[in-house]
Structures are given as structure tokens and as C-alpha cells.
């Protein structure tokens, strides 16, 4: 569950990561050491990227973070945000839980909760999203996204 608010007069784009349940497991432990990575697309070209802190040994993590873009209103058209939930690892590669993506080239409900924060400026729309799995590495996910 996240949500999305845009300050056109400040071309600010908030983006409140409040928390995630039922993730998948990822550690022998049973759980996963969850964080999650927010970037900047334009064009296809990752722009920036961002995340949130790891949250140990959980499957059902609270957030409450925000991640703040400057997006001028002109180039709103041209961006999306692809999120993905990490699992953390000490050794080896960070794993990918799940992949999920909003803006306006999104589909179905990336594309409307995109939709609804513009069409309520300075307002925080959130909405739960479901993840979808990854069986690519993450270099892989990002040229599909």
C-alpha cells in the first residue's frame, strides 16, 4: 500500500510507502528482511532511484516513509515509477519479492491511481497494489518495466 500526491506549483511528486502484507518468504527463517526501491523512469532511462529502510525478519512491514521526486507538470506524461520489494540478504544478491508500476503507460490499476492523483492535486491517494513476481534478476525487470 502506497500512496501518490503532486504539487504542481512545486512539480513535487510524494510517493508514501505505508506498508506491505503477506510477502512472500525469502529467508530459510521463514521470512524476508524487506525494503523497498522506487525509480524514476522517463523515456525508459532510470532517472533516479530511491528506498526505504529494511525492515528485519517480517512478512507483513509498516513503512510510513516518503520518497519525494521533482517532476515538473510538463514531463508528468513522460514518467513512470516502477516499485519493487527487495528482500535484503548480508551475502549474495538482494532478491526481488515482487515488481508492480504506476504512470500513465502503466496498466490497469498503476494506470488508474496515476489517473487519480492528477486529477486531485495536492491530495495523497493511496491504494493497496498487488505485487508481481519476478523470476528475472533485477537488471531484467528494469529493461521489461
Given at each position: 500500500?502506497?500512496?501518490?500526491?503532486?504539487l504542481?506549483?512545486?512539480?513535487?511528486?510524494?510517493?508514501?510507502?505505508?506498508?506491505c502484507?503477506?510477502?512472500?518468504?525469502m529467508?530459510?527463517?521463514?521470512?524476508?528482511d524487506?525494503?523497498?526501491?522506487?525509480s524514476?523512469i522517463?523515456?525508459?532511462?532510470r532517472?533516479?532511484?530511491?528506498?526505504?529502510?529494511?525492515?528485519?525478519?517480517?512478512?507483513?512491514?509498516t513503512?510510513?516513509?516518503?520518497?519525494?521526486?521533482?517532476?515538473?507538470?510538463d514531463?508528468m506524461?513522460?514518467v513512470?515509477?516502477?516499485i519493487s520489494v527487495m528482500?535484503?540478504?548480508?551475502v549474495?544478491?538482494?532478491?526481488?519479492?515482487?515488481?508492480?508500476?504506476?504512470g500513465s503507460h502503466a496498466e490497469?490499476?498503476?494506470?488508474?491511481h496515476?489517473?487519480?492523483?492528477?486529477?486531485?492535486?495536492?491530495?495523497p491517494?493511496?491504494?493497496w497494489?498487488?505485487?508481481l513476481e519476478?523470476?528475472?534478476s533485477?537488471?531484467?525487470?528494469?529493461?521489461?518495466?
Amino acid at each position: 500500500m502506497f500512496s501518490l500526491c503532486y504539487l504542481p506549483t512545486a512539480g513535487r511528486l510524494t510517493l508514501t510507502v505505508i506498508k506491505c502484507r503477506n510477502l512472500k518468504a525469502m529467508d530459510i527463517t521463514g521470512y524476508s528482511d524487506p525494503y523497498v526501491k522506487v525509480s524514476l523512469i522517463c523515456d525508459g532511462r532510470r532517472l533516479k532511484k530511491k528506498k526505504t529502510s529494511i525492515k528485519k525478519n517480517t512478512l507483513n512491514p509498516t513503512y510510513n516513509e516518503a520518497i519525494i521526486f521533482d517532476i515538473p507538470p510538463d514531463s508528468m506524461d513522460h514518467v513512470s515509477l516502477h516499485i519493487s520489494v527487495m528482500d535484503y540478504d548480508l551475502v549474495g544478491h538482494n532478491e526481488i519479492i515482487g515488481v508492480m508500476r504506476v504512470g500513465s503507460h502503466a496498466e490497469g490499476l498503476g494506470r488508474d491511481h496515476w489517473n487519480e492523483m492528477l486529477a486531485y492535486p495536492r491530495k495523497p491517494i493511496a491504494h493497496w497494489h498487488p505485487l508481481l513476481e519476478s523470476k528475472k534478476s533485477e537488471k531484467e525487470v528494469s529493461k521489461i518495466l
